[in-house]
């Protein structure tokens, strides 16, 4: 089944303590990205990659750092968790078709919460 | 600035009303893509559509459709005959290609509540 994961799906943290959020997708997709939601600020993003060790910042990357050392996988790291990035994550991946991204596929979201 | 624009925070309607979600985008670009997810209280963002910019038809797809306007820069949703499972929040979302298609920029969500 063609699926993006990311784990852990629930975290409650304390601010300061380096957390590592794990995204992978099974589709051999080129292109990833991560955003965060907010309430009625909708989802931003915060990262993407266009592949294998290649990565750009997205509208909100402060605090955030990322890596992309194999296809599937696209971590989010937070080296020193603030309060304010108590968010809900989401992980994206996408195949390109025509040119443009399709972006069908999000994972299940993480819920984190720094106190 | 590109922009995406969902002036409906809630709605609430009953079961079987006919319910419209309005979405309305800024964007310079001339070749573009329009989305939207739904977000059922479990949390997970579920793909519904998309449609880019040369293609102004309508779609319908069972109970949902979607009327994209141009000229309004609007890319509205219905849902006709409602039910209580389509309760959720409504992502409306545009990707450019000024922006490689790199990036998603999503509306502020509407809730949805359909009561029985």
């Known amino acids: 089944e063609a699926q993006v994961t990311q784990n852990p799906r629930y975290l409650i943290t304390v601010t300061g303590k380096k957390l590592t959020v794990t995204c992978s997708q099974n589709m051999n997709h080129e292109y990833m990205s991560w955003y965060r939601q907010d309430p009625g600020l909708g989802l931003r993003q915060i990262y993407y990659s266009m592949n294998v060790e290649v990565t750009d910042k997205g509208d909100v990357p402060e605090g955030y750092k990322v890596s992309r050392k194999e296809k599937r996988n696209f971590p989010l790291i937070l080296e020193s968790p603030s309060p304010n990035q108590t968010s809900l994550y989401f992980c994206?991946?996408?195949?390109?078709?025509?040119?443009?991204?399709?972006?069908?596929?999000f994972g299940p979201g993480t819920r984190l919460t720094v106190l | 600035a590109q922009k995406v624009t969902q002036a409906q925070t809630e709605i609430s309607v009953v079961e079987k009303e006919d319910v419209t979600l309005d979405c309305v985008y800024e964007t310079r670009d001339t070749t573009y893509y329009l989305f939207w997810y739904k977000q059922p209280p479990s949390g997970e963002l579920v793909f519904l559509i998309r449609r880019n910019s040369f293609d102004e038809q309508n779609e319908i797809s069972g109970r949902y459709s979607w009327n994209f306007q141009k000229s309004t820069s609007s890319f509205n949703f219905t849902i006709t005959a409602s039910q209580v499972v389509d309760s959720a929040v409504y992502f409306c979302a545009l990707s450019e290609g000024s922006g490689g298609y790199n990036k998603l920029i999503f509306g502020a969500g509407t809730r949805l509540a359909v009561h029985p």
């Open positions: 994206a991946s996408s195949e390109t078709s025509g040119g443009f991204r399709e972006w069908q596929f």
